[in-house]
């Protein structure tokens, strides 16, 4: 005994879980000078919220505020909800798997939307639990319907990622409610909202909304795209008691950096600046989406900062000739191509390689 030669024995349900893969890096010196790969916001962090983490290397001999006391309290009251009902993560895809890991094990069902945000699938097995993947609707919008008819005894979470990534389709207020009438007390829907800063459809429900008097609803929100603070990984979730506290308890430990608290704080305090960026985003976005529209592609309707063009086999070649033209773009394989809206020069390369493809 102990003499072994093997390998130390891993859970059965990592085999064959892919790697989740971020989005390809503009090279450096390449020709590849713009990234539209990762749905990040292209400018870079406002100066009071640089100056808000001057000092911070200070204290990194020191443990953060485990509690997040200050951001906590800051979006407790931006959004009328109780502190308790707030938690914070390293990322909003931290929370998404402290979510799964706090619901749901082998034998239990996950739902969502396919295609969708692509670290469902991988954090569904990490957890033991079964994806229960439910096709985009030919206008590539979710298919409510035939989620509600997916739920099973073994169901305990739902994701409906509203504005979808990666096609910036979103669903609306009422099919939403109707939807959320028909799913049982007992299983939690997460509305995954990383995007909903972008969203003008003023038919598009705000999730916080809806989680008031639902009980089983939470809702993700990020500081990685519309506040741009990808790099400093922190998101947090909006939700009822219970939900809440299993959040805090199957938190990584002092997950999120002291770096990253302050300068989310002071985004919050920012925010009429950073939702003007927003607002020349989202013009880039109906830019673009006419330009393409323009040059004779189908595409559908976005509320994120991205757009999404379906190409099939040709999905590979597209993105080639994107660098080409100095982009790089997110292919999935013979699926299509999400393109991420950044300086309006990047979006004038990614037009001019999309009309020459056409
Ligand atoms: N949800 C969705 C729908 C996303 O697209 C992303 C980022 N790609 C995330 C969650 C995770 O973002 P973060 O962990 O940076 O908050």
New binding site residues.
């Given amino acids: 005994s102990g003499t072994s030669t093997g390998s130390p024995k891993l859970r059965a349900e990592l085999d064959g879980i892919p790697t989740y893969k971020p989005g390809k890096p503009a090279a450096a010196g390449g020709p590849v000078a713009f990234k539209l790969s990762?749905?990040e916001n292209p400018y870079p962090p406002l100066p009071g919220v640089m100056e808000s983490v001057v000092g911070a290397a200070e204290t990194f001999n020191r443990y953060p505020d485990m509690a997040c006391t200050a951001l906590t309290q800051e979006l407790a009251d931006r959004f009328g909800v109780p502190a308790s009902h707030i938690a914070t993560g390293?990322?909003?895809?931290?929370?998404?798997q402290s979510l799964i890991q706090s619901t749901s094990g082998p034998g239990d069902e996950v739902i969502y939307a396919w295609r969708?945000?692509?670290?469902y699938p991988i954090i569904t097995r990490i957890s033991g639990a079964t994806s229960v993947q439910v096709p985009l609707t030919e206008g590539e919008v979710h298919d409510l319907d035939a989620m509600a008819e997916a739920i099973t005894d073994r169901t305990r979470l739902i994701f409906v990622?509203n504005p979808?990534?990666?096609t910036g389709t979103a669903v609306r207020r009422a099919e939403l409610e109707r939807f959320l009438d028909r799913v049982p007390s007992d299983v939690l829907v997460v509305i995954?909202e990383?995007?909903r800063e972008f969203v003008r459809d003023t038919e598009v429900p705000d999730g916080i909304e809806l989680y008031r008097n639902r009980p089983n609803v939470a809702v993700?929100r990020?500081?990685?795209?519309a506040y741009g603070l990808?790099g400093l990984?922190?998101?947090f979730a909006v939700a009822h008691e219970p939900v809440a506290a299993a959040l805090r308890k199957t938190a990584v430990p002092f997950g999120v950096s002291q770096l990253a608290q302050d300068a989310a704080v002071a985004s919050l305090r920012a925010e009429d600046e950073l939702l003007g960026r927003v607002g020349s985003l989202v013009a880039e976005r109906e830019r673009v989406h006419a330009g393409l529209v323009a040059q004779g592609w189908t595409v559908a309707d976005t509320q994120a900062n991205f757009v999404w063009l379906r190409l099939g086999e040709r999905t590979m070649d597209f993105a080639a000739e994107c660098e080409r033209h100095g982009v790089v773009v997110r292919p999935f394989a013979g699926e299509g191509v999400r393109v991420t809206i950044g300086e309006s020069e990047a979006n004038d390369l990614f037009l001019k390689a999309a009309e020459g493809f056409r």
């Fill in positions: 990762s749905n390293t990322g909003s895809v931290g929370i998404a969708s945000f692509e670290a990622c979808n990534n990666p995954d990383a995007y993700l990020t500081f990685s795209k990808a990984r922190v998101g």
